[in-house]
């Protein structure tokens, strides 16, 4: 016996679609726009967040000798929140397009960098808690930036195909 | 046409505004830089509001967040204004017209009237916080800062839900 898998996926989208929550985001006149801006509010925070972290990492002695596990340890809770936010909007306003988003190339490309944007910056958390080479963890948040800066550029391409 | 019309069309015909407009790959890429700009600008903003409210880095002084952060705020604030001009002068005749737009502008004037405010007053006597904590006016102006902020990212959103040709 063999499992049919891409006819299991196709009814899983179909299952989606047809939840009642997914057809009341899909119908909403404003549903999916009040949830687009979370999601750049969200993505303010997130990249915000970031690219302070970046900037921090650039520079020998960090933001006034705020160093990238000083300002890691205070603003990642900012990030995480943010992030959250992103999470949660973007989930949604996928569950209301399963199907549109699922075929969508860019919105796979996305998922994928998401996936490498988190496992480095949970790693940078990691190490701001503990001693450790701050060259590791200012090499750890440049590579950070580049990864929610690819994962910001990704999802504006799925707008576009 | 009122002047300010007037004053859009005349921005909407310069050729380099055409240019921009009709072009295929500059509009999208100018955008992403401003989103970024934002990204950056809000960012660091709002930490050091949330600083200043006592949220996060409650360990560090408040003036030493503030004056590491603020600094890069101001030139994401600029490079917002450099990618935000050209967008403007795209589409300087819808924009005239867009109620978003609009609201996106009152916003930021008062983000920056926000801004000033807090440096003129409270932030003055900034040296003298510490360690009795941050002030209820300061923190007053941190919140509306956060708020203000917010709004001016979801109205920027909102200018291409009520962009009309």
Redesign the interface.
């Known amino acids: 016996m063999s499992i049919d898998l891409i006819a299991l996926g196709r009814s899983l989208l179909g299952w989606i679609e047809r939840t009642p929550l997914s057809g009341v985001i899909r119908h909403s006149d404003w549903a999916v726009?009040g949830l687009?801006?979370l999601h750049?509010?969200g993505?303010?925070?997130v990249?915000?967040?970031?690219?302070?972290l970046a900037?921090a990492a650039s520079r020998r002695d960090g933001?006034?000798?705020?160093s990238v596990a000083?300002l890691a340890r205070?603003?990642l809770?900012?990030q995480a929140a943010g992030f959250a936010l992103m999470a949660a909007s973007g989930a949604l306003i996928a569950w209301s397009m399963p199907h549109k988003y699922y075929l969508n190339a860019a919105f796979r490309l996305k998922m994928a960098l998401l996936l490498a944007a988190i496992a480095v910056t949970a790693w940078l958390w990691r190490s701001a808690r503990r001693r450790g080479s701050a060259i590791a963890r200012r090499a750890a948040a440049l590579l950070a930036f580049l990864l929610w800066?690819a994962v910001?550029?990704s999802g504006?391409w799925v707008g576009?195909l | 046409m009122t002047i300010l019309q007037t004053f859009c069309q005349w921005i909407y015909d310069w050729p380099f505004s055409t240019a921009l407009r009709e072009s295929d790959d500059a509009f999208?890429f100018v955008e992403?830089a401003h989103?970024?700009a934002?990204?950056?600008?809000?960012?660091?903003i709002?930490?050091v509001d949330?600083?200043l409210i006592g949220l996060?880095?409650r360990k560090?002084p408040a003036t030493?967040?503030v004056?590491?952060?603020l600094p890069?705020t101001w030139r994401?604030f600029a490079l917002m204004l450099v990618t935000g001009l050209p967008l403007f002068a795209a589409e300087a005749v819808d924009l005239y017209k867009n109620p978003a737009f609009r609201l996106k502008l009152v916003l930021l004037g008062l983000a920056g009237l926000n801004a000033l405010a807090f440096h003129v007053t409270t932030y003055r006597r900034a040296r003298a916080w510490a360690p009795a904590g941050v002030p209820f006016a300061a923190r007053a102006f941190a919140g509306m800062s956060i708020f203000l902020w917010?709004a001016v990212?979801?109205s920027?959103?909102?200018i291409a839900?009520f962009h009309v040709h």
């Open positions: 726009m687009e801006s750049l509010l993505l303010a925070l990249g915000g967040v970031a690219s302070v900037i933001l006034r000798g705020l000083d205070g603003a809770p900012l800066l910001g550029l504006r576009f | 999208p992403t989103v970024l934002i990204g950056l600008a809000a960012g660091s709002v930490i949330l600083r996060i880095f560090e030493r967040i004056e590491a952060l890069w994401g917010s990212i979801v920027g959103r909102l839900v």
